[in-house]
């Protein structure tokens, strides 16, 4: 049975502004229009803005203009804007779940937990906004001041992926606001709705003309090149994959644009013996299954010590086995499509690979026939070395599970790939955990839990996985820049 109506889906679908919104004024795009599709089944959900080159740079144009006047806008104002936007956000938040539902395909429940985790970060910033400060030193020979002080970056340029459609866009758009900055803002062409509902919330909570200024755009490479070109940008934050990243990298280096890059992971999520097994299997199961497995910190191989990997797997089979796949909009689905077919076919191979190589499927490994783009939650025991999937980020319901003997052989097995952005670990032995924490190549570590998103927290990887930090007291840092002024008294 069906929770939502369609009446109620077409509602939201027709609340959402549709355009470019650039300088405080919602407009076409010179290209025409680009289809959304609902992952669920396969079918155009809407029509948004596909924006030229040119579209782009009257975005920078607006962001340009705007800067200097919004630099100098009171902070507890900047603060209030944010503010103001967490309270609407909360308060629509069911019809914003919807929506994120419809574009992405995950679960009700699942959305809702974004659109809260998103909104925070609105609310997080609104209180750094009157944070910003500097320093005041006397010169250590006495003879002049060191005065240090924050100002904005400038305009920056925010690139987001599909996969947490609102919240990887106010983890970059909390801070930028709250620094003073103006900016342009590229979601991803599949999810690009729950972005737009946000801007016409902040224009409705009164942010002024300019600060923010969207494009949707059919080419993401066409619409943002020039952007980068430009010398009027200061920066350009990025979170996908790290292929994109490496390229926008060379991009920026023309302008020595300041840079935050949010990529690629591959999570190792290590199990040892003396771990409460029930708390593991659950922590694996929020590791892997939270956003369909289509998530950055997603647990992509599960190194489980030998004495209690066959266990380990068993249980967590059990679990993942019994969640109910379907259309993220009907009751008790747990499991959503994912997001295309290429990212479906993506995780077949894979998955294909690993059992010609001699894994063992527990549960799954199938796609499903019928319409939407569904796989099967899957669970692969006596994953062997050589297995792609231990090298490569699956983006998908599929927990590969791998036994070791010891310490050493986990910690090296965890830290065997080009990324780092998160591990877990599980263990009741707290010297062990500190030690090995220690020791994992990684910007973030889960002990004893399988989440470690929270916009209190510096989120971020070393590595491949990129740098920078998003969230917490870290997170408005790289849109400020240090002044020094040396006064001579
Ligand atoms: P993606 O293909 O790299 O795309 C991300 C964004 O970049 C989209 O808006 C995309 O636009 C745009 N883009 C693609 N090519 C571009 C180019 N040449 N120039 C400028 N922009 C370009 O990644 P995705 O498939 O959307 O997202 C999945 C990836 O994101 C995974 O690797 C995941 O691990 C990573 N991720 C990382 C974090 C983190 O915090 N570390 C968080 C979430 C996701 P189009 O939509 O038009 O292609």
Same mark, same amino acid.
């Given at each position: 049975? *069906? ?48 924006? *030229? ?11 340009? =203009? ?60 609104? =209180? ?93 490479? +066409? !619409? ?12 350009? !934050? ?14 920026? !280096? =023309?302008?020595?644009?300041?840079? *935050? ?32 497995? @289509? ?92 297995? +792609? ?75 491949? !996985?990129?740098?920078?930090? @998003? ?19």
């Amino acid at each position: 049975m *069906s929770t939502i109506s369609a009446p109620q889906e077409q509602r939201i679908l027709d609340q959402v502004p549709k355009q470019l919104y650039i300088a405080g004024e919602w407009r076409n795009g010179a290209k025409g229009t680009i289809a959304v599709e609902d992952p669920a089944i396969g079918e155009p959900l809407c029509e948004v803005a596909d924006a *030229s080159p040119d579209d782009a740079m009257a975005a920078l144009d607006a962001a340009v =203009e705007a800067g200097p006047q919004w630099s100098q806008h009171p902070p507890r104002e900047r603060g209030e804007i944010l503010r103001r936007a967490f309270d609407a956000i909360i308060e629509h938040k069911d019809e914003l779940a919807l929506l994120m539902t419809l574009e992405m395909g995950k679960p009700l429940k699942e959305s809702q937990a974004e659109i809260g985790y998103a909104a925070e970060f609105l609310r997080w910033f609104s =209180e750094q906004a009157v944070r910003i400060d500097g320093r005041y030193a006397v010169a250590p020979n006495g003879q002049g001041r060191l005065l240090t002080m924050k100002q904005p970056v400038g305009p920056c340029l925010l690139i987001t992926p599909w996969n947490f459609p609102l919240a990887m866009g106010t983890r970059k758009i909390g801070p930028a606001i709250a620094a003073g900055c103006t900016m342009v803002v590229k979601p991803a062409q599949q999810t690009p709705l729950s972005m737009l509902m946000l801007v016409r919330i902040l224009e409705e909570t009164g942010l002024p003309k300019g600060v923010l200024n969207l494009i949707t755009a059919s080419s993401a490479s +066409e !619409s943002t090149g020039p952007v980068i070109s430009d010398p009027r940008l200061r920066k350009l !934050s990025f979170t996908g994959s790290t292929e994109v990243g490496r390229k926008l990298m060379e991009q920026a !280096s =023309e302008n020595l644009l300041r840079l *935050s890059m949010e990529l690629g992971g591959n999570a190792p999520f290590i199990v040892f013996e003396d771990a409460d097994l029930d708390a593991a299997v659950q922590g694996a199961l929020i590791a892997k299954m939270r956003n369909i497995g @289509e998530a950055c910190t997603a647990a992509n191989r599960f190194h489980v010590a030998d004495a209690v990997a066959d266990q380990f797997a068993k249980q967590l089979a059990a679990k993942i086995g019994a969640m109910k796949v379907g259309r993220g909009t009907e009751d008790g689905v747990e499991v959503g499509p994912l997001i295309d077919d290429n990212q479906r076919r993506k995780v077949a191979e894979l998955v294909d690979d690993a059992v010609g190589r001699g894994a063992r499927a527990l549960v799954g490994g199938h796609a499903r026939d019928g319409a939407g783009y569904f796989y099967d939650p899957t669970v692969l025991a006596d994953v062997p070395d050589g297995a +792609e999937l231990l090298k490569e980020e699956i983006f998908g319901p599929v927990a590969p599970v791998k036994g070791f003997a010891d310490e050493d052989e986990a910690i090296a097995a965890a830290n065997d790939t080009e990324f780092g952005l998160v591990a877990y670990v599980y263990t009741s032995d707290l010297k062990r955990a500190l030690r090995v924490v220690e020791r994992l190549e990684t910007g973030m570590v889960g002990l004893n839990q399988g989440m470690v998103s929270n916009p209190a927290a510096p989120f971020g990887g070393i590595k491949q !996985s990129g740098f920078g930090r @998003e969230g917490g007291p870290e997170g408005i840092e790289k849109y400020l820049e240090t002044k020094y002024v040396a006064v001579n008294l």
